[in-house]
């Protein structure tokens, strides 16, 4: 309750420090200060015209309402009725009274009606908005994600090509202790460890790459 409370006082503070709010109110009292004097000066009496002034209040609780929406058009047709009662009261009688009070009925419900559909408008369009900032929010994500993925898919193939170059670097290190073994006459058992040698390389290569190497024919890889 302290805080519905609150909410609104800090409500009417905005209202109070709102342009448009005292232009509605220079409107009604305007309005009313003429009706009040027409109707104590008796120019209107017993003329079709009487509601004329009463008319003339819909223009502030219309800029109300599209100002404001129901926050601002019920307040602000209210006090045009309680500013009227007077003039309701001393001034008409008979079926100009049951005149006025219908043309009254209607201003508060004219400006309930205008200011539901605007707040209606207004809320899809803040939700429209909320979607649209949501929207954004999810395609920076996915974009955050995609750049984290391609990091990491950049550095995976990096490890990779330092493993298989390190892997490549000893076995071609070994192929050539084999190779300068050949002056000291083993001849025989050195090709044969030669061989075993470049079939490790093929298939580290082989396991690395993920498929056939290129360069290699298939042939020419088996008959190694």
Not at 39 to 51: D, F, G, R
Not at 114 to 136: G, I, Y
């Amino acid at each position: 309750m302290a805080l519905a409370i609150e909410s609104q006082w800090r409500l009417f503070r905005d209202r109070l420090r709102d342009r448009r709010f005292w232009i509605v109110q220079a409107l009604v009292l305007g309005i009313s200060l003429i009706h009040t004097s027409l109707e104590a000066s008796a120019t209107l009496y017993n003329s079709p015209e009487y509601l004329l002034p009463i008319s003339t209040y819909f223009i502030p609780v219309l800029y109300a309402a599209l100002t404001f929406g129901l926050e601002g058009s019920v307040p602000t047709a209210l006090w045009c009725v309680v500013l009227s009662a007077p003039n309701i009261y001393l001034f008409h009688h008979g079926a100009e009274r049951i005149g006025v009070v219908v043309q009254l009925t209607l201003l508060v419900l004219m400006g309930t009606v205008v200011a539901l559909k605007v707040d209606t408008e207004r809320r899809a369009k803040l939700a429209a908005q909320a979607a649209n900032r949501r929207l954004a929010d999810i395609q920076k994500s996915l974009e955050s994600y995609i750049g984290m993925a391609l990091t990491a898919q950049e550095e995976e193939r990096h490890r990779l090509a330092r493993e298989l170059h390190d892997e490549l670097g000893q076995a071609l290190t070994a192929l050539r202790i084999d190779a300068e073994s050949l002056q000291d006459g083993r001849l025989l058992d050195d090709v044969a460890a030669m061989e075993r040698t470049v079939s490790d390389i093929i298939q580290q290569t082989r396991r690395q790459r993920g498929g056939q190497p290129p360069g290699i024919p298939c042939d020419a890889a088996a008959g190694i």
